[in-house]
Nanobody
Framework: EVQLQASGGGLVQAGGSLRLSCAASGFTFEDYVIGWFRQVPGKEREGVSC????????LYADSVKGRFTMSSDNAMSTVYPQMSSLKPEDTAVYYC?????????????????WGQGTQVTVSS
């Protein structure tokens, strides 16, 4: 059974940091790209970043570039987005998803597997 387990969300003050996790199982993690998306009620889900488990390459949305850093632990089949200098506009439910290609990001309909979301709230 394919599972993507997102965790690490919470409440943080503006300027603070959080590290999310996405633990994967049920598929060959090393062959996939793990993407992160976020959604605010009433708005479309947007791509935040992604990382290739094949070669560690990353992509970031302009809104988070320089503040978010993706890392991957293939031995643990886990991806870690480190979020720093958080802003109230980063408040959202964050989702991780898996795709076979970097070209899929940020197109959510091209992601094969999805985890449940984790809530991140940044207070001003």
């Amino acid at each position: 059974e394919v599972q993507l387990q997102a965790s690490g969300g919470g409440l943080v003050q503006a300027g603070g940091s959080l590290r999310l996790s996405c633990a994967a199982s049920g598929f060959t993690f090393e062959d996939y790209v793990i993407g992160w998306f976020r959604q605010v009620p009433g708005k479309e889900r947007e791509g935040v970043s992604c990382i290739s488990s094949v070669d560690g390459s990353t992509l970031y949305a302009d809104s988070v570039k320089g503040r978010f850093t993706m890392s991957s632990d293939n031995a643990m089949s886990t991806v870690y987005p480190q979020m720093s200098s958080l802003k109230p506009e980063d408040t959202a439910v964050y989702y991780c998803a898996a795709s076979y290609s970097m070209d899929s990001w940020p197109h959510e309909d091209e992601y094969d597997y999805w985890g449940q979301g984790t809530q991140v709230t940044v207070s001003s």
